[in-house]
């Protein structure tokens, strides 16, 4: 895979993506909601709300997987291209990214 330059994203298949910060996921009604917690408190202007794609790539995230395994991950489990997974991944990564969700970690 290498660099997901096509998408015009500053990310690589080997990036590892952690949540930044503490970040409650819960199940309400059908519906995966991201809520970050500040201070102990959670930030309530802050929710963000995931489908059920995107509530396995969270979870993938939280695993701290590459960028090329969640691609594949999504792939498998949703039964999509290749091409599909990797737009649909890495834009919602991007979207989490741009809501100061999530951080590239360190290669362990």
């Given at each position: 895979?290498?660099?997901?330059?096509?998408?015009?994203?500053?990310?690589?298949?080997?990036?590892?993506?952690?949540?930044?910060?503490?970040?409650?996921?819960?199940?309400?009604?059908?519906?995966?909601?991201?809520?970050?917690?500040?201070?102990?408190?959670?930030?309530?202007?802050?929710?963000?709300?995931?489908?059920?794609?995107?509530?396995?790539?969270?979870?993938?995230?939280?695993?701290?997987?590459?960028?090329?395994?969640?691609?594949?991950?999504?792939a498998m489990e949703f039964d999509v291209s290749p091409a599909e997974a990797e737009r649909d991944a890495l834009e919602f990564i991007a979207s989490l990214k741009a809501a100061g969700l999530v951080e590239r970690c360190?290669?362990?």
């Amino acid at each position: 895979m290498g660099t997901y330059a096509a998408l015009g994203r500053d990310m690589d298949a080997a990036d590892r993506w952690q949540p930044k910060g503490e970040i409650v996921a819960r199940e309400i009604a059908g519906e995966t909601i991201l809520v970050p917690v500040r201070n102990r408190v959670g930030d309530l202007a802050s929710i963000f709300t995931v489908n059920e794609v995107g509530a396995f790539v969270w979870g993938l995230i939280g695993a701290r997987a590459s960028g090329s395994h969640i691609v594949d991950a999504v792939a498998m489990e949703f039964d999509v291209s290749p091409a599909e997974a990797e737009r649909d991944a890495l834009e919602f990564i991007a979207s989490l990214k741009a809501a100061g969700l999530v951080e590239r970690c360190n290669q362990d």
